[in-house]
Nanobody
């Protein structure tokens, strides 16, 4: 019902920047929350940055001051501007959205994930 398409990953040198994009499409009433997670090999998936359902933002301590999440509500798109990248930022980055879906008589909130985009930071 909701498709998330990510773009913008790649290979960058330490200290460089990248911008990730995630566009949501499909059939949904509204997007409650939307954000970015990442998963490095052998590690658990972790929150990077996200908009809450109330519109505030959450950031992982490790990216505060370096990454900025933004969104274009008209395009149902969220962005992650990543700066001062470090080798430890290397991971697959996943877009996540919590969306309200369903017929009006049976609305429900579901979580959706994108396919992931690889970010590799070389030292």
């Amino acid at each position: 019902q909701v498709q998330l398409v990510e773009s913008g990953g790649g290979l960058v040198q330490a200290g460089g920047s990248l911008r990730l994009s995630c566009a949501a499409s499909g059939s949904f009433v509204k997007l409650n929350a939307m954000g970015w997670y990442r998963q490095a090999p052998g590690k658990q998936r972790e929150l990077v940055a996200a908009f809450t359902s109330g519109g505030s933002t959450n950031y992982a301590d490790s990216v505060k001051g370096r990454f900025t999440i933004s969104r274009d509500n008209a395009k149902n798109t969220v962005y992650l501007q990543m700066g001062s990248l470090k080798p430890e930022d290397t991971a697959a980055y996943y877009c996540n959205a919590n969306a309200r879906v369903g017929p009006t008589w049976k609305l429900r909130d579901n979580d959706y994930w994108g396919q992931g985009t690889q970010v590799t930071v070389s030292s």
